[in-house]
């Protein structure tokens, strides 16, 4: 089963404002399920469903421990009948109850302590770009009663090889758009990186949005210090669109940090290859794969290879001491 990855995290609306937490994240969470149990008893769920492209969008009620919440993400429509196309007899009636002709369950899993939520990836799932309203749609109204000095951000983590792809096809550039927020735990970043990213963070400033743009009939032989720096901020927290000239082609491309998400395969099956695990081992593999996703959103592939290698290596250590002691 593949995963795509989401941050969503509560930001301070002042400088070094205090962060909601784990408990935050939580508390979020329970009155989100609260409304969606509601509304999903009275079978009224489209009432709160995000509407988009005549397709609604919502959480079922979902499952809450201490660590994480787990569910579904349903999307549907909506019909009342159905007709035949030639003589408009109807074949079918909903009656009182709202029908779908189609209907698709997406497992999700949010994790309080990273703030990221795993999204399974299938035929029908919406566009990233309505994934972030959908969860936005759906935390905002409790987000806002429990935390009224935080504002919600949704953002894709994106991969950071995309940077690297980009450099070696771009010979000039027409124009970047980009944003970029703080993150409140992420801290792999470069030291020009890591103080642009604290200053946002230290003077609550939630959004930059950035552009630069050639002349016309022009072009840029590169992008600023700033823009990159910026850049490089969005994987994890933002999202950017750029129009380059592509080295190999000679043709005008567009690069969007959404085109490229980090996606995670999470062997759902037992040793046997055949049977299915429980869902309290599910939600522990997916766990396992958020802080691969992260590092995967900040760093360059080589060096996720190179420092999960160090890890393996540094756990072989640790465990070879632990028995040395014993």
């Not at 994240?25 to 469903?49: D, L, Q, S, T």
């Not at 988009?52 to 909506?78: C, M, V, W």
């Not at 909903?94 to 302590?113: K, N, R, T």
């Not at 970043?189 to 939630?206: R, T, Y």
């Amino acid at each position: 089963m593949q995963f795509c990855y989401f941050n969503v995290q509560l930001l301070p609306v002042v400088g070094d404002g205090e962060f909601v937490g784990k408990e935050g994240y939580k508390k979020v969470f329970e009155g989100c399920n609260e409304i969606v149990g509601h509304y999903w008893e009275k079978r009224e769920i489209e009432k709160i469903a995000l509407e988009s492209r005549n397709n609604f969008h919502t959480f079922k009620p979902f499952k809450i421990t201490e660590d994480y919440a787990s569910g579904y993400l349903k999307k549907f429509n909506q019909v009342d009948k159905l007709v035949q196309t030639y003589t408009d007899q109807t074949l079918f009636s909903a009656d009182s109850l709202p029908a779908s002709s189609e209907a698709y369950d997406f497992y999700f899993f949010y994790s309080f302590e990273h703030h990221i939520l795993a999204l399974q990836v299938g035929k029908r799932l919406p566009a990233v770009s309505v994934i972030k309203k959908i969860i936005s749609h759906m935390l905002h109204d409790v987000s806002e009663l429990l935390y009224p000095d935080h504002a919600l951000s949704v953002s894709l983590l994106s991969d950071h090889g995309l940077i690297a792809d980009l450099n070696s096809k771009a010979s000039g550039f027409y124009n970047a758009n980009i944003t970029a927020t703080f993150n409140n735990s992420f801290d792999s970043f470069s030291q020009d990186q890591k103080e642009l990213h604290d200053e946002l963070k230290e003077k609550g400033i939630n959004k930059v949005q950035h552009q630069e743009k050639s002349a016309r009939g022009g072009m840029m032989s590169g992008l600023s210090s700033f823009a990159m720096a910026l850049l490089i901020l969005s994987i994890p927290s933002g999202q950017a669109t750029i129009r380059y000239l592509d080295s190999d082609t000679g043709k005008r491309e567009s690069f969007n940090t959404d085109d490229r998400p980090v996606q995670i395969d999470v062997d759902v099956t037992e040793d046997d290859g055949k049977t299915y695990v429980s869902e309290e081992e599910l939600n522990s593999r997916i766990n396992v794969s958020i802080p691969r996703a992260i590092q995967k959103s900040m760093v360059s592939g080589e060096n996720v290879n190179k420092n999960m290698a160090l890890t393996e290596q540094e756990n072989v250590q640790d465990a070879q001491g632990d028995m040395d002691e014993s």
